[in-house]
């Protein structure tokens, strides 16, 4: 039993400034839930809170059914990975995994072993005897990891653990931690500020921005029914074109307005409505992966694009261009690639079964969620 | 691996290029070599004579100097008044030094005032500090003899004298020590901290498991430093004792002092003076074997 439950958590610092709001978060046993947001979102206070290294300031929280608010870091059965891996300089990588064992009395042969254990599947026999400064990166991640589960315990804790490792590296890592997760069976809790790293390892993702819970949900959820714009842009790579645009009714039922064009929506999203369309100024998000290139303008939902900058990446071609209502640089990214010429006007086609429409001033989606993981999306492959 | 091909052409340098780096070195040697070379040689060549009242070289007399000095027991005296000086003064220097930088590892507020007061023996002369001293340890109004209550002159008596200088000297030294202490201090990342905690140490292990550990470089540049400045601190005890009461006080340096400016016996302060250096340079050698056998550290 070690679920994690955060109640009404908050974090004030004695300068008045709040770091975290009122927290709401129930974390199930052995699940794997990724904190995800950009710097100074919270996330890393947030751990820091779960690990008894920040005080909590209001509210209350549970590891197992155990109120942990008062309980100092090691009397609370959990390890931490830390983003500069924390070891203890001048120990042997043997004796900074048995750290823990040694301060709890354990006989020393009964330690090695242990060490001996968790060396194995991490690859550390043999570098036991080494210190960390003769280590290579991604070996001190492993040490970092394995003093971590040599004490087995309820609830792992990483901060974001492969920020410091080379991009190569920090894909290998991600499997191992997830395969370690599936191994030990036990309550991961991973700070990020990476989205792919939050989409690829984690089954359910806090999305964090000042503090604030934006949207807790799986992987696929966040990206297919994003419940604000703040989520919507920042899951996703590239990011989510957010237009303005105008909800009107049409007699082909409720459409988009845009400066030159008039997009009905798709009975889909049209039945997922959650207001009426009258006229009022909203978001609409697309993903670059929505949108296709199209042979002649005449078809539907198409806009003439002007092509400012094109990215041949193998698999997908990159087209960055601009368009009357949105505020930045559009994308849309074409799966096969295709050639498209630079400083040329194509054609563009929105999949308007896959927009996205938010509220312009609360910026929450004005669309009632759909069951991604019964009907699925087409998208969810881009995404890593 | 085949044998490179490779031929690394030196470059061909003209004379001025040559010469360039000496111009760069020339007026450090210049200075080093007027104010550290030559006294040093001339000391050596000195102690080696038998010199008039100036100091001028009468008749080479071979270690006749040291003969003599190895034969006194005055000498001896000072030796082990020297160690026992040393010692007071490290251990009393480094202590101060270490716990006053971590007192002030934490911030709290003040922390500038105690981080500023700490430090401050540093930038005070120990002869200006050993007049003040002198005041406070006035046998009638100094106020240490009010605090105790007490009516005696301490540094008249042979017990106290040498630990008070000690201390004065230790506390002036601790000023440099704390500065050394915690910028070691500041060096160690507070994730190991964290982490240490979490896997269940407590303050006590802590400290014993991540600061002494880490601080063993420092402690070590600290300990060979300070010997090396206790062993040549003159001013306080110029001030304060002159060497007595007796030879109470009478370290090795103010033994060289005396015999050269008071007894003007420069070639017997001489070799008096080249012995000094072989205990220091002795103790320093010491001090890295010590370093080299317990492993190195990082």
Redesign the interface.
């Known amino acids: 039993m070690a679920e994690v439950v955060l109640k009404n958590i908050g974090k004030t610092y004695t300068n008045g400034y709040q770091a975290i709001k009122g927290l709401n978060l129930d974390i199930k046993d052995k699940e794997f839930v990724v904190f995800v947001g950009p710097s100074g979102s919270g996330k890393s206070t947030a751990l820091r809170m779960i ?3 920040e005080t909590i300031s209001e509210g209350e929280m549970y590891i197992g059914d155990t109120l942990v608010n008062n309980i ?3 009397d609370r059965d ?3 990975v ?3 891996y ?5 120990m042997s990588v043997r004796d900074n995994i048995a ?2 064992l040694k ?2 009395g354990v006989p020393k042969a009964e330690r090695y072993k242990r060490v001996a254990e968790v060396a194995e599947p991490l690859e550390l026999t043999e570098v036991l005897d080494r ?1 960390p ?1 003769a280590l290579s990166g991604g070996q001190r991640q492993r040490v970092a990891l394995g ?1 971590a589960m040599v ?1 087995n315990p309820k609830v792992f804790l990483l901060d974001e653990p492969l920020s410091n490792l080379d991009a190569k590296l920090r894909v290998s890592m991600r499997s191992t931690i997830a395969e370690l997760h599936r191994q030990l069976e036990t309550t991961f809790i991973y700070v990020t500020h990476d989205q792919t790293e939050a989409m690829t390892m984690g089954d359910r993702i806090v999305v964090l921005d000042y503090g604030d819970v934006m949207q807790f949900d799986t992987p696929g959820n966040l990206y297919a029914n994003p419940e604000n714009k703040f989520v919507a842009e920042f899951i996703g790579s590239p990011q989510m074109n957010i237009l303005n645009g105008k909800l009107i009714q049409t007699e082909d039922g409720p459409a988009l307005e845009f400066p030159r064009e008039v997009f009905v929506l798709s009975d889909d999203i049209a039945s997922r409505l959650r207001v009426e369309a009258k006229g009022q100024l909203v978001y609409v998000g697309i993903r670059p992966e929505d949108l296709y290139y199209a042979e002649k303008k005449d078809d539907k939902n198409v806009i003439t694009a002007y092509t400012k900058n094109v990215e041949q990446v193998g698999a997908d071609t990159f087209v960055y261009f601009d368009f009357l209502s949105a505020d930045r640089e559009c994308t849309a990214r074409f799966n096969p690639a295709r050639y498209v010429d630079v400083r040329q006007d194509i054609f563009i086609r929105f999949d308007m079964s896959k927009i996205h429409i938010f509220d312009k001033e609360t910026e929450v989606s004005l669309l009632d969620p759909f069951d991604f993981y019964l009907e699925g999306t087409p998208g969810k492959s881009s995404i890593v | 691996m085949e044998k490179s091909d490779i031929k690394i052409i030196e470059e061909e340098k003209s004379f001025k290029q040559k010469l360039q780096p000496w111009g760069y070195l020339l007026p450090t040697i210049v200075i080093l070599t007027i104010f550290m070379f030559i006294p040093f040689f001339q000391t050596i060549i000195r102690s080696l004579f038998f010199t008039d009242n100036f100091g001028k070289m009468q008749n080479f007399i071979g270690f006749g100097n040291y003969i003599e000095l190895l034969t006194s027991s005055s000498f001896w005296n000072s030796v082990w008044v020297s160690f026992r000086f040393v010692l007071i003064v490290v251990l009393v220097g480094v202590v101060l030094g270490f716990v006053s930088a971590l007192l002030t590892q934490k911030a709290f507020p003040g922390l500038a005032f105690f981080s500023t007061s700490y430090a401050t023996p540093m930038a005070i002369a120990s002869v200006g500090m050993a007049l003040i001293f002198q005041v406070m340890l006035n046998p009638s109004v100094g106020i240490i003899n009010k605090i105790l209550g007490a009516h005696g002159n301490m540094l008249a008596d042979p017990g106290k004298a040498l630990i008070i200088v000690a201390i004065l000297t230790a506390w002036l030294n601790s000023g440099m020590n704390y500065l050394y202490f915690s910028s070691g201090l500041a060096s160690i ?1 507070d ?2 901290y ?9 303050g006590f ?1 802590q400290f014993m ?2 600061t002494v ?2 601080l ?1 470089p420092t402690t070590f540049f600290v300990i060979v430093t300070n010997i090396i400045n206790a062993f040549q601190s003159f001013g306080q005890i110029n001030i304060l004792t002159k060497g007595g009461p007796g030879e109470a006080t009478n370290v090795i340096v103010f033994d060289i002092y005396r015999e050269a400016f008071m007894n003007y016996r420069y070639g017997f302060a001489s070799a008096e003076s080249v012995i000094l250096f072989l205990i220091i340079l002795a103790l320093t050698i010491l001090m890295f074997y010590i370093r080299s056998k317990g492993g190195k ?2």
Not at chain 1, 86 to 90: D, F, K, V, W
Not at chain 2, 194 to 202: C, F, L, P, Q
């Open positions: 690990a008894g290294l100092p870091p090691k959990i390890a931490m830390f983003q500069s924390a070891l203890y300089p001048h750290f823990s301060l709890k210190k400064s003093r004490r | 990342s994730s190991q964290e982490a240490a905690s979490i896997d269940g140490a407590n292990q498991y991540i550990p880490a063993r550290v990082q």
